[in-house]
């Protein structure tokens, strides 16, 4: 079946921008969760989405980063204010009863 | 918060060799996964194995709860099995986020 897909692949933004990523989960997992991947701080969490629970938002870096999960499957992550430092690679996965995660694509995010 | 540590940092082989990576972490976990990530930057599941022995053709993977620690096994290696190797645990509960080794760079030479 399809698995987790993510858009756009590649952003590039200005400094100041706000920008909006997608995240379309597998189809029936339950929870989502989003990541980022950059050169000096590795793979780390950002967000977590389990059913319909309140989000766990324990790794956002700051108050310009949100997302929102619509109806419990597609999940969109905000950087407001873009600054040069939110560079990275942002990772969603998902996964069915908080077992096995698996990973999209992910998006390119570079701010000029 | 939990540590997760891998190793070796950097690894060449010659095709054909065999090779093990080592993933420690500093607290006990509910889950332990293995990934490899392609050069075109996609994490691919390897291994769900919060606990014993688990093959998959030429790889298979170990985790000793007890002793805090996994081995990843990759045997007869092949150009193809270059990339980054990360090993990921989650604590379960409420913290169900994946925390994540710094990785193992593994490169191929035929």
């Known amino acids: 079946g399809a698995g987790v897909s993510q858009s756009p692949s590649n952003k590039v933004t200005e400094k100041g921008k706000d920008v909006e990523l997608r995240c379309d989960p597998i189809s029936g997992h339950t929870a989502l969760y989003w990541y980022r991947q950059s050169l000096g701080q590795g793979l780390e969490f950002l967000i977590y989405?389990?059913?319909?629970?309140?989000?766990?938002k324990s790794g956002l870096p700051s108050d310009r980063f949100s997302a929102e999960r619509t109806g419990g499957s597609v999940s969109t992550l905000t950087i407001q204010r873009t600054q040069q430092e939110d560079s990275a690679v942002y990772l969603c996965?998902?996964?069915?009863?908080?077992?096995?995660?698996?990973f999209g694509p992910g998006t390119r995010l570079l701010v000029l | 918060g939990i540590q997760v540590e891998q190793s070796p940092p950097d690894l060449i082989l010659q095709e054909g060799a065999n090779s093990t990576l080592r993933c420690n972490f500093s607290d006990s976990v509910n889950n332990l996964q293995w990934f490899h990530q392609n050069p075109w930057g996609q994490l691919i599941n390897l291994f769900y194995?919060?606990?014993g022995t688990k093959q998959n053709g030429r790889l298979s993977a170990t985790t000793v709860a007890t002793e805090r620690y996994s081995l990843l096994y990759i045997s007869s290696s092949q150009t193809t099995d270059s990339g980054v190797y990360f090993c990921a645990v989650d604590l379960g509960g409420s913290a169900r986020q994946l925390t994540f080794g710094s990785g193992t760079q593994l490169t191929v030479l035929p």
């Open positions: 996965a998902s996964s069915f009863s908080q077992e096995t995660q698996y």
């Open positions: 989405f389990q059913g319909n629970s309140a989000p766990d």
């Open positions: 194995i919060p606990s």
